[in-house]
């Protein structure tokens, strides 16, 4: 079986940063990407940042300069930086870990709230 397992959300003010970690256990083999998503109230899905295994990224326009992934291959584990957070930003956050077989595994989400 596998377990993913993600941390590091919490309530910051704006300017501040976060480092959010999620990591897989378990049999999961032959990853190609990893990533993370976050859901706003009211929002639709929106996806964040990716990374392959190869070190390719993705960024949505909104985070470019502000949010950093990152990954450690052998531990299973992808990382997200966050500076300068804006109240927008303000979401829950699911990790994810996309295999080549087209199966994904998830986070359970953290509460990333950015306000004074």
């Known amino acids: 079986q596998v377990q993913v397992v993600e941390s590091g959300g919490g309530l910051v003010q704006p300017g501040g940063s976060l480092r959010l970690s999620c990591a897989a256990s378990?049999?999961?083999?032959?990853?190609?990407?990893m990533g993370w998503y976050r859901q706003a109230p009211e929002k639709q899905r929106e996806l964040v940042a990716w990374?392959?295994?190869?070190?390719?990224?993705y960024y949505v326009d909104s985070v470019k300069g502000r949010f950093t992934i990152s990954r450690d291959n052998a531990k299973n584990t992808v990382y997200l930086q966050m500076n300068s957070l804006k109240p927008e930003d303000t979401a829950v956050y699911y990790c994810?870990?996309?295999?080549?077989?087209?199966?994904?595994?998830w986070g359970q989400g953290t509460q990333v709230a950015v306000s004074s």
């Open positions: 990374i392959t295994t190869g070190g390719n990224t």
């Open positions: 378990g049999s999961i083999s032959s990853i190609q990407t």
């Open positions: 994810y870990f996309r295999t080549t077989r087209w199966v994904d595994y």
